[in-house]
C-alpha cells in the first residue's frame, strides 16, 4: 500500500468518527428549545460543510498522481484541523448551555 493510500485510509477513518460525534450532535437539537433550535441548526449547517469540503478534498488527494499527492496533503491537513476543532468546540459549548 502506498503511502497515499494509507494516509487517504486514515484521514477516512478520522471522518467517520467526526460524522459519528456530527450525528449525535444533530441529534441532540430535538431536546433543546426552540430559540436554542434555531442556533444549534447554524452550527450543524457550518459542521456539515467543513465536513463535505474536507471530504471533497481528500478525494481530490485519492485521485492525484503520486508525485502530486504531497501537495495537496497540506491543504487536507488544514481542513481536517479546522473541522475537528470547530467540531470539538461547538459539541463542548453546546454540552455547557443545554446538558
Not at 24 to 31: P, S, T
Not at 43 to 70: C, I, N, R
Amino acid at each position: 500500500m502506498s503511502t497515499k493510500e494509507a494516509y487517504k485510509q486514515k484521514i477516512d477513518a478520522e471522518l467517520d468518527l467526526v460524522q459519528a460525534k456530527l450525528d449525535w450532535f444533530k441529534a441532540q437539537g430535538v431536546v433543546i428549545t426552540a430559540d436554542a433550535r434555531i442556533k444549534h441548526a447554524k452550527h450543524v449547517e457550518e459542521l456539515e460543510q467543513k465536513f463535505h469540503a474536507t471530504k471533497a478534498k481528500l478525494s481530490e488527494l485519492g485521485e492525484a498522481d503520486e508525485h502530486v499527492w504531497e501537495q495537496l496533503k497540506d491543504g487536507v491537513e488544514d481542513m481536517w484541523g479546522t473541522l475537528q476543532s470547530t467540531l470539538e468546540n461547538t459539541v463542548a459549548t453546546f454540552k455547557e448551555e443545554h446538558v
